[in-house]
């Protein structure tokens, strides 16, 4: 996992004007499917350095979490309610770990959906069970107005037993969990009622090449689609922009999910407030570079 083509390194500088912070950011990448001392090597490196603040972290969330938790002093409740760590901050040589994500996945989903778009009966098939995926879960389960059914498809069936454990029984949504294989997907999307929500969480089209949607796949009409990534190769965000007229479709790309995911890790970090009007500002800032 590269961070380095991650357009926060153009977009920091800016935003450290913006909110007053005298600090540098510096990425530290981490194979994709790393082995476990590798990210303890990475929170160790962390908690070691004295002028490192903290991080936030993209891909690895669910692997630092499982294979370094140890070293951490602390955790909020949503890095323990879902088993990862977004935002790392570090305090007087000690670590403490947040999840952000089901609070950024909601910042960005409600800029998206109106506040009844399920109650047309509209479904989800989130398309991907790692820590974004479960987060999204988590959080749609418990809005306002929960679909009423959400399927999750992964190649991982661990992946998929952790985020039903996760996710839980109730909240009026029922979870349907399966293979990610390609006629399954394409069997889901054919049942899917119009307006429902289909997301790219796979990490597909920006960590690997490749969609989650199989060639020929339909996606249904007035469906909102949610591709989480903003760069790399984007192959599912091309498959939805060429049906985006005929299937009446609202696509949306990561990139405010990628303004609020760092806005509010460093609200986290550096203890400072993150209101709406100062989210907008950064967003503005960050749009003028992307």
Not at 153 to 176: I, K, N, Q, S, Y
Request: glycine letters at 10%; charged letters at 25%; proline letters at 7%.
């Amino acid at each position: 996992m590269s961070t380095g083509h991650s357009s926060i390194m153009r977009v920091f500088p800016r935003w450290a004007e913006l909110l007053g912070l005298d600090v540098d950011l510096s990425g530290l990448d981490v194979p994709v499917d790393a082995p476990p001392e590798e990210y303890r090597r990475a929170a160790l490196a962390l908690r070691d350095d004295p002028d490192c603040a903290g991080a936030l972290v993209t891909t690895h969330k669910i692997a630092l979490y499982e294979a370094a938790g140890d070293l951490f002093d602390g955790f909020d409740d949503f890095a323990v309610t879902c088993g990862e760590v977004s935002s790392v901050t570090v305090r007087d040589g000690r670590l403490y770990g947040a999840a952000k994500d089901p609070l950024t996945a909601g910042l960005a989903l409600e800029e998206m959906l109106t506040a009844d778009h399920f109650a047309t009966g509209a479904e989800v098939l989130c398309l991907g069970a790692g820590g974004a995926g479960t987060a999204i879960a988590w959080y749609l389960t418990r809005r306002a107005d929960p679909p009423r059914t959400l399927h999750v498809l992964d190649t991982v069936p661990e992946r998929l037993a952790r985020l039903t454990e996760v996710v839980g029984a109730g909240h009026g949504t029922t979870v349907r969990t399966a293979a990610a294989h390609p006629e399954r997907i394409a069997a889901v999307l054919h049942d899917l009622p119009p307006g429902s929500l289909v997301i790219n969480a796979t990490g597909l089209g920006k960590d690997r090449p490749g969609s989650p949607l199989p060639a020929g796949a339909v996606l249904p009409r007035r469906a909102v689609v949610w591709e989480l990534n903003y760069r790399g190769a984007l192959d599912l965000l091309r498959q939805a922009e060429e049906q985006r007229a005929e299937r009446e479709l609202t696509v949306v790309d990561g990139w405010r999910y990628f303004v609020h995911g760092w806005s509010q890790a460093i609200a986290e970090i550096f203890g400072i407030p993150m209101p709406p009007e100062v989210v907008d500002e950064l967003s503005a800032a960050a749009e003028a570079l992307r």
